[in-house]
């Protein structure tokens, strides 16, 4: 099993930035890719990033290319997600995923383990 933890989420202004960080323990070794998921109230969780542990090979969802950055540092097990020019849409709880088998690595049925979330939100 791999153990998620997220930082980083707080208030911000639009068209500002943040950095959430994901640290990962555990079995790790054991999974393919990790990634970033986000879901406002009311509506489904949303793909927004992912990248392979594996040649850092990178997807990200349609509305936030050109503005949030995925990377990882493979020794320390960690995952960020910089978010720049931030948008009030933007606002949701974060997640921070875990894949163990090959796929696409953009959909929550493929997700194996999460984080427990934190919360981004984007001031108008």
């Known amino acids: 099993q791999v153990q998620l933890e997220e930082s980083g989420g707080g208030l911000v202004q639009a068209g500002g930035s943040l950095r959430l960080s994901c640290a990962a323990s555990?079995?790790?070794?054991?999974?393919?890719?990790m990634g970033w998921f986000r879901q406002a109230p009311g509506k489904d969780r949303e793909f927004v990033a992912s990248?392979?542990?594996?040649?850092?090979?990178?997807y990200y969802g349609d509305s936030v290319k050109g503005r949030f950055t995925i990377s990882k540092i493979n020794t320390k097990n960690t995952l960020y997600l910089q978010m720049n020019s931030l948008k009030p849409e933007d606002t949701a709880v974060y997640y921070c995923?875990?894949?163990?088998?090959?796929?696409?690595?953009?959909?929550?049925?493929?997700?194996?383990?999460w984080g427990q979330g934190t919360q981004v939100t984007v001031s108008s």
């Open positions: 555990g079995r790790t070794f054991s999974s393919f890719a």
């Open positions: 990248i392979t542990w594996i040649g850092g090979t990178t």
């Open positions: 995923a875990a894949f163990f088998y090959s796929g696409s690595f953009t959909k929550v049925g493929d997700v194996g383990s």
